[in-house]
């Protein structure tokens, strides 16, 4: 895989600068791998290839389009143990959680964007219309660091069954995925310029794609502040935009739910991905006369969350991704404890040069503390007790975020909190996660839906034709 180049018109092509940017493991530090860096000229000629091939691509039979990305897929679920081994060396993720998370879940959500683009109704009769779905034409798609195959997968797989034409920017620190679905693309047959792949930094790729007047849709992940100003430069030529950004999510816990399994299912999403994760459950809302009991489970089954070899099945934590990543969360920790907080496991990171940050859960946090308003993006946990339920649904929406949400409690109560929560997406008692189910936010956590049928249409503009 030669990952020195860019894919632009259906072709391996040198970068116009001869720039290049090193790939870092963030477990070992080594240079992994180097790819171009990207610019506007280049950005340029892939948009051109895109809106051409578009001329002629959005007429392509859907079972075509379909057939095309079934051997995508096909290809992509052969080369399954590479993508692991490429995730865990660019993310720095323990082989299981590549695998079991990065990995598995999304050749699955691929798979069921091929079913949903085969039976999608594109035309419905109204009574005296008819309501029509069509291809945006050229997306950018702007894709973040922390899910390097999923981010990917649930923009390029949707576009292109849907009859749009992509450019697509990896992130400048997780590209090398990219590159594996690129292969499977040319590989699977497209034609010439319906996707393009262009590497680079996001101030100059991804400013130039959200800018460029030939570009239609810009789907973006990433943080609140990025997206705010993805957006303000997409929408110097009105384009469509999706967002899917930063999150503060809480899980409430009600009196006589099971909190073992609770706590458990907060510590899987505050501890997976060192916290990287945009909808980790980072609040934890608990009764104050219950307080102890929460802080003794906490503390019971932080434990069982290790560091150790990447490639070790009992491995469940990993480094941070950056050393710009470890300062932010470093930094946090400090301000907790600064702000009053108290530590109940972890704390101040060692600058030791590994990226390494212990689990850390804070309690006797109140709801104006920044550490319980601000996203950290690390292995961090803040306890808020509450008073009464309605204090509890009060706190939860308390946030400029509403990404996701849990709630532990019985059923009945559990699931009325649920519905008051303002979040995209709400997890009850053992509720899991659902491939056919949309994933997106309310308030500061975006725009739009990815996953399901509403992901799907996203990538569609409605026409009505008026006949009868």
């Known amino acids: 895989m030669d990952v020195r180049k860019l894919y632009i018109d259906g072709a391996w092509v040198e970068g116009e600068s001869g720039a290049m940017i090193d790939i870092e493991n963030p477990a070992t530090h080594e240079v992994v791998a180097r790819v171009p860096r990207g ?10 290839a895109a809106r051409k091939a578009f001329e002629t691509w959005q007429y392509t ?65 109204r009574n005296t219309s008819v309501v029509r779905r069509e291809p945006v034409g050229v997306v950018g798609g702007l894709t973040p660091w922390n899910f390097p195959l999923e981010q990917i997968e649930k923009k390029v797989v949707p576009a292109l069954l849907a009859g749009n034409c ?45 800018l460029h007047p030939d ?3 810009i789907s973006f992940t990433g943080s609140t502040d990025a997206g705010r100003e993805v957006a303000r430069m997409g929408l110097t030529n009105i384009k469509k935009i999706a967002l899917e950004l930063g999150g503060k999510s809480a899980a409430v816990f009600l009196k006589g739910g099971d909190w073992e399994n609770g706590v458990k299912g907060v510590l899987d999403t505050v501890m997976l991905n060192a916290g990287q994760t945009c909808n980790a459950l980072t609040r934890m809302l608990v009764p104050r006369d ?52 108290r530590v109940l496991i972890g704390g101040v990171p060692e600058d030791n040069g590994s990226y390494v940050a212990e689990p850390t859960i804070f309690s006797d946090v109140t709801r104006n503390m920044r550490i319980a308003q601000e996203e950290i993006f690390g292995p961090v946990l803040v306890v808020l007790p509450y008073d009464t339920v309605e204090e509890a649904v009060e706190i939860a929406n308390d946030s400029i975020y ?26 009850v008692n053992e509720g899991q996660w659902d491939v056919a189910s949309p994933f997106g936010g309310y308030k500061q956590s975006g725009l739009g839906r990815e996953g399901g049928v509403e992901g799907y249409e996203e990538f569609l503009e409605v026409k009505t034709i008026y006949d009868k």
Do not use: C, W
């Not at 859907?62 to 679920?77: Q, Y």
């Not at 509403?402 to 997890?427: D, F, H, I, S």
């Open 290 to 341: 219950e307080l102890a009991k929460a802080e003794e489970i906490l503390v019971r089954q932080a434990a069982e969350y290790k560091f150790g070899p990447m490639d070790d099945p009992a491995t469940t934590l990993g480094p941070l991704s950056s050393r710009k990543q470890f300062d932010r969360v470093k930094k946090y920790i400090e301000l907790g404890i600064e702000e009053g907080a």
């Open 61 to 125: 039979p859907l079972e075509t389009r379909v057939e095309l990305m079934k051997k995508v897929v096909a290809g992509l679920k052969s080369r399954r143990q590479e993508l692991i081994e490429t995730i865990t060396k660019e993310l720095g993720s323990p082989y299981t959680v590549s695998a079991d998370v990065h990995t598995d879940p999304f050749l699955l959500e691929a798979e069921h964007y091929i079913e949903v683009a085969a039976n999608f109704q594109y035309e419905v009769r």
């Open 402 to 427: 509403g990404l996701a949400g849990a709630v532990y409690g019985p059923e009945e109560e559990a699931n009325m909190v649920a519905r008051q929560m303002k979040t995209g997406t709400v997890y």
């Open 39 to 48: 610019s506007e000229k280049d950005v340029d000629k892939a948009v051109q």
């Open 166 to 210: 992509v450019v697509l920017k990896p992130s400048q620190f997780t590209p090398l995925t990219a590159y594996i679905l690129t292969e499977e693309i040319d590989k699977a047959g497209y034609p010439q310029g319906v996707f393009n792949l262009v590497t680079g930094r996001g101030g100059e790729v991804g400013n130039a794609l959200s």
């Open 215 to 217: 570009v239609d849709m």
